[in-house]
DNA sequence: AACACTGTTTCACTTATCGCAACACCCAAT
DNA sequence: ATTGGGTGTTGCGATAAGTGAAACAGTGTT
């Protein structure tokens, strides 16, 4: 039943490599900002932008002769989200439950040892976190995070938090003691909590979608500034959130057993 | 000045050969399947696909054993898509454009000799078009597809409409100098409707977004059934779309000279 | 049980890719 | 103008990386 590691190859490994060199931070790069991140040779590195560029995975700025990601990419991730029927469940869910907070609304699911979100509507407000479709963040420290962890499968959760969980803020628990009284309290309440965990000022609130079979297979959130997401606020958006959270839930074909 | 066409790797090439084989109607494919869908040898398939794995370009279904694209192109597509602030310059108009129309509301730019959406709000209801996010659709036969070509550098448009335009339904116009008068009736008008030129029942209506630069960079539209996008009601939705446009212009640094 | 089918892996071959080096280019400073 | 430091592209021979045939391991069907 061991898996087995699947083989790889060089020209994949460095495609993948360069593509992830772009960020949103420093989202145009030349041929030799490149070359010097990846470690591979400059000449490498040109041909194999030239042929992603052929393909349209990146582009080339006509002016500043600089690289970015390309629209292709889009492209085939369209196709992913796409599979996810999960977002189009949750469109009417979203745009309410964004209307009552005001504030940023996130669908993340797992991926690997983190979670990606998948579906974003950004608070109206210019002070607001900053949802990002695609976007990965830690499992221990964020509210969907400790949800997804919440209702894994022991033996995945085990190996997780037998990692070094890393503390990105002073209020980020690293004990993994402390996280299953966490994740315990996640089971009762129904709801999980990140009170500035994962980056200073930022509190959020995470509930579970289930889907038909019964397992929890993303998180809603609300996300937003402290000083407007204090516990009398978090205590109102609840309801709403596991409201949201428990419909979306529905319309997957989940049904409430008990 | 001629661009020198860029080199291409055979590795590259076939990657995308085989992403690209996924779509939302089959999202799941066997080795085999892309095995003849691209014409590669099944060994060689089998491996690029497991190296497609490690990067997260593809994931393998546990239990079918099927490929299918992996998040790891949301990742991607994110640091695209957040590059565009035209996105969230649009996110609060577009969503008053869904409320008034209850259709499906789509954001497209150019990409190539098409376009690609880049944002989408679908209708409510459930006979409505399915914008999907990334998807790629013509320029001559669609409303958002006429905005741009209208708008575009001349010599471009020249090229695009020198080339063998597709007939997708009895409706699409296919003579460049018909297509011209249409051109010069968007401009006029200051909006472009595409009535089943590109899908049989398919009706959508779209308008011009500027950039500061005074630039068509973008185009806004709704789409519909025919039976409910009959011509009183466009001529309903024509203010309220080219308004949201004028806004999402205005975000964006756009500002009305004369 | 034999069969048809899929997906993975081994292995010797060969070709696609690499890295060097040379080139072309842009600009800033002399 | 001339040099110099930087970038990005491109020939070329060497070679390592990827290929395809075939064998193997599963899975389900008749």
Known sequence: MAESLPTSMQTV???ATILRCFTEAESDLGVMQISRQT???KSTTSRLLSALRQEGFVEKSAETGKYRLGLSLV????VVLEKQNLRQAAQEYLKSLAEITQETINISILDGDECINIETVRSPKSIRYAGQLGRRTPLHCTSTGKVLLTYMRPEQRQRILSLPLHAYTQNTITDPISLRV????VCEKGYAISNEEFEEGLVAVASPIYDRSGEVIAALSISGPTYRMDSNTRAEFVT????AAQMISRQLGYVVSY
Do not use: S
């Open 13 to 15: 490994q460095r495609i």
């Open 39 to 41: 470690g591979l040779h």
């Open 75 to 78: 492209n085939l991730a369209g």
């Open 182 to 185: 966490a994740f315990a309290d």
């Open 240 to 243: 709403p959130l596991t409201d």
